[in-house]
């Protein structure tokens, strides 16, 4: 079945550093992908999202480029802020699997001041 | 207003109680969903509703069961809760016609705790 792997966290970076949390997916068809961001004692949220290969989706200064060729699907920002500091979740909606969305297990990131 | 809304938003209950986690929506989407929250594990899909006369279950659905009263309402029940079932519960919506290619949006969220 479809899948979704990301890096382990937390992640923990001092203010303005460069952000990569890595994801990869398996899916059986062609898949949209997602990152959702979740803060502190919210739900989660979409940050980006990208429907098709090589497509690429950005929001706030965060980007991810959708690689059909590495089925990864990796977040970066140039340069955190304090208040990025959230649970990040990489997600995967596929046609045939009824557009049920399946998501990673979260990495949580800390920007220190 | 939020456009998905949980209640409780906190609750603590005993082991072998049985519990309702209620969701609303505004945003007139068909399609509803409950999952599961645990650390290290992101979000597991307990049941899922793709309209009114439609309910599916998702990949852990045991000890739990659903009723979708209306489009905008999608309650969660567990019969008889136990400790396992401590966990942080999100309703969302999503209508994968409009477009936005099946974003989900997230109530948020009701954090149960099973004595």
Known sequence: GDSVTQMEGPVTLSEEAFLTINCTYTATGYPSLFWYVQYPGEGLQLLLKATKADDKGSNKGFEATYRKETTSFHLEKGSVQVSDSAVYFCALSDQTGGFKTIFGAGTRLFVKA | ?115
């Open chain 2, 1 to 115: 207003d939020a456009d998905v809304t949980q209640t409780p938003r906190n609750r603590i209950t005993k082991t072998g109680k049985r519990i309702m986690l209620e969701c609303s929506q505004t945003k007139g989407h068909d399609r509803m969903y409950w999952y599961r929250q645990d650390p290290g594990l992101g979000l597991r899909l307990i049941y899922y509703s793709f309209d009114v006369k439609d309910i599916n279950k998702g990949e852990i659905s045991d000890g739990y069961s659903v009723s979708r009263q209306a489009q905008a309402k999608f309650s969660l029940s567990l019969e008889s809760a136990i400790p396992n079932q401590t966990a942080l519960y999100f309703c969302a919506t999503s209508d994968p016609t409009s477009g936005s290619w099946n974003e989900q949006f997230f109530g948020p969220g009701t954090r149960l705790t099973v004595l």
